[in-house]
Antibody, heavy 122, light 107 residues
Framework: EVHLVESGGGMVQPGGSLRLSCAAS????????MDWVRQAPGKGLEWVGR??????????EYAASVKGRFTISRDDSKNSLYLQMNSLKTEDTAVYYC?????????????WGQGTLVTVSS | DIQMTQSPSAMSASVGDRVTITCRAS??????LDWLQQKPGKVPKRLIY???SLQSGVPSRFSGSGSGTEFTLTISSLQPEDFATYYC?????????FGQGTKVEIK
């Protein structure tokens, strides 16, 4: 069974940093693209960014709202995905989900992890 | 960015009702349109991908249709477990964008 487990969330002050992790199991992690999606409290879903697989040079894409502040990386040897968040703002407060995708245009965001809450507040 | 507009934003329906949710894209998105379901306090779950393909394990009362910029999610006979928020998602171009969600509540 495919399993994604996020960790690393918590409370941080504006301007601070946090690193989220996503541990994957039940599938060949190295084959897949991986995404981060967030959901502010009581709000809708917002894509944060993506990292492609080794065959696509681990290239990344980011939402405009986080570009230059957030960095996505992965360690295929550990079946792990990461989200380094710097210069955090109050509007970054959200539950952050990792989600599996594939290297085709039909297979996006399935499944999702259980999410980890990031609260940015002074 | 492509804007995705869902309607209605919320609705009340009874068990057994036929429910239709619409999603409109600000420009053509080919067939790269998915529908997701999120129950309160739970993780989003993909129901339909590429407009009309049913995700494995999803009941056949869910169906999707549409093309170009107008898409529809239909629940043929609403069940108690279907009360949730539904989101459309376009992944035709970056950034992928979601509709604002449609909350289906019990009448």
């Amino acid at each position: 069974e495919v399993h994604l487990v996020e960790s690393g969330g918590g409370m941080v002050q504006p301007g601070g940093s946090l690193r989220l992790s996503c541990a994957a199991s039940g599938f060949t992690f190295s084959d897949h693209y991986m995404d981060w999606v967030r959901q502010a409290p009581g709000k809708g879903l917002e894509w944060v960014g993506r990292i492609r697989n080794r065959g696509n040079s681990y290239s990344t894409e980011y939402a405009a709202s986080v570009k230059g502040r957030f960095t996505i990386s992965r360690d295929d040897s550990k079946n792990s995905l990461y989200l380094q968040m710097n210069s955090l703002k109050t509007e970054d407060t959200a539950v952050y989900y990792c989600a599996r995708s594939s290297d085709n245009w039909s297979d996006w965001f399935d499944p999702w992890g259980q999410g980890t809450l990031v609260t940015v507040s002074s | 960015d492509i804007q995705m507009t869902q309607s209605p934003s919320a609705m009340s329906a009874s068990v057994g009702d036929r429910v239709t949710i619409t999603c409109r894209a600000s420009q053509g998105i080919s067939n790269h349109l998915d529908w997701l379901q999120q129950k309160p306090g739970k993780v989003p779950k993909r129901l339909i991908y590429d407009v009309s393909s049913l995700q494995s394990g999803v009941p056949s009362r869910f169906s999707g249709s549409g093309s170009g910029t107008e898409f529809t999610l239909t629940i043929s006979s609403l069940q108690p477990e279907d009360f949730a928020t539904y989101y459309c998602l376009q992944h035709n171009s970056y950034p992928p964008t979601f509709g604002q969600g449609t909350k289906v509540e019990i009448k």
